[in-house]
């Protein structure tokens, strides 16, 4: 899930609308919002929406609905898909498998015992996204004309590689290791509906923009020096170092300028001496600094929607309610004529 340093971005953290992103071009981690779907689009049982067949939808119905609310405003989104996880990475997804079967199982208990409220809940650490909706999700990106880039490896470092090269002006993620990936401008909580339950209580959830040049300057650290902290608090690629959080990790490297004089001092923390092969130490760096990134890709360009595909791949095939498809396709075609009407009146001045 990223490193935690939700606390340390308080100070630049800055709350923005939509309306501030009118006209920008936003880079978002296609797993990350796909994800988000699969676990919030649930039936009252717990159990995702699902087509006459079998096939999961709700990642569909998600990238559908929210890129309309993205176009209406202007918003140019383009989606960065993961490509093959790097090694130290399996470690971490071996044991979200594990956390998703114990779910799973706790699941179906609430569910034959028709505590459906349970059921939802660990209904949504179940999720699994499989190749076909990956492959089914970038043709409803392709259909609704909204652009596509595949990463050789993590989609957060060919997202922050596209905004630092100028193709994208801000990378968007849940995840704040799209920072230690150097991307300059950073967005979280970037979705149509920004609101989500904690416990009985709905909390809302303002979306918010981070400069990582501006996060560094306030802490007084350097991008290499935030990387270290991420390998002591925990990240995708090393579980960090247990009892250090984020404030005890940026003390730790203030005071000891980084992780290699840390441990070349021999410094302990809470009475204990460090134990973290250095070797291991510059991988992950080296992960974080040098990524996988394919600087060839194709170029960036929104095309024009496909409504009939569409139609078909949502109604046809899916068995999207037909009203409802044609009533949101409704929207993107106004938004079709408006721009075509605005194109005519700039010419006609």
Do not use: C
Not at 40 to 67: A, K, P
Not at 197 to 220: A, C, M, P, Q, W
């Amino acid at each position: 899930m990223g490193i935690k340093i939700n606390e340390l971005v308080k100070d630049v953290r800055k709350t923005i609308s939509f309306e501030n992103l009118l006209n920008k071009k936003i880079s978002i981690d296609a797993f990350n919002s796909i994800y988000q779907f699969l676990a919030i689009i649930r039936q009252r049982d717990g159990t995702s929406l699902m087509d006459l067949e079998g096939n999961v939808t709700s990642h569909l119905s998600g990238l559908f609905y929210r890129n309309i609310k993205f176009l209406e405003y202007n918003i140019k989104p383009i989606y960065v898909f993961d490509g093959k996880p790097p090694e130290l990475k399996l470690n971490t997804i071996n044991e979200r498998r594990k956390i998703k079967a114990a779910a799973k199982e706790k699941m179906i208990e609430a569910q034959e015992s028709e505590d459906f409220k349970e059921a939802r809940k660990f209904a949504q650490l179940t999720s699994k996204l499989d190749s076909n909706m990956i492959e089914e999700s970038k043709l409803l990106l392709k259909h609704m004309g909204i652009p596509v880039v595949d990463a050789p490896s993590e989609g957060e470092a060919q997202s922050a590689y596209l905004v630092n090269r100028g193709d994208a002006w801000a990378s968007a993620s849940q995840d704040y290791d799209t920072l230690l990936f150097g991307s300059e401008r950073f967005l979280r909580n970037f979705s149509v509906n920004r609101s989500k339950k904690v416990r009985d209580t709905t909390i809302s959830l303002d979306i918010e923009y981070i400069s990582l040049s501006k996060f560094l300057d306030n802490l007084g650290i350097t991008r290499e020096q935030l990387i270290d902290m991420g390998i002591l608090i925990g990240t995708d690629f090393f579980p960090g170092i247990k009892g250090i959080g984020q404030h005890k990790a940026f003390d730790l490297i203030k005071k000891h300028e980084s992780l290699e004089n840390m441990l070349k001092n021999n410094v302990q923390v809470s009475g204990k001496q460090l134990n973290i092969d250095i070797e291991l130490v510059n991988r992950v760096k080296e992960i974080f600094l040098r990524p996988k990134i394919n600087p060839d890709y194709p170029k960036i360009t929104w095309r024009k929607v496909d409504y009939d595909k569409l139609e078909e791949l949502l109604v046809e095939k899916h068995n999207f309610s037909k009203n409802r498809v044609v009533s949101a396709i409704k929207k993107l075609r106004d938004l079709d004529s408006d721009k075509k009407q605005i194109s005519l009146d700039s010419f006609f001045k």
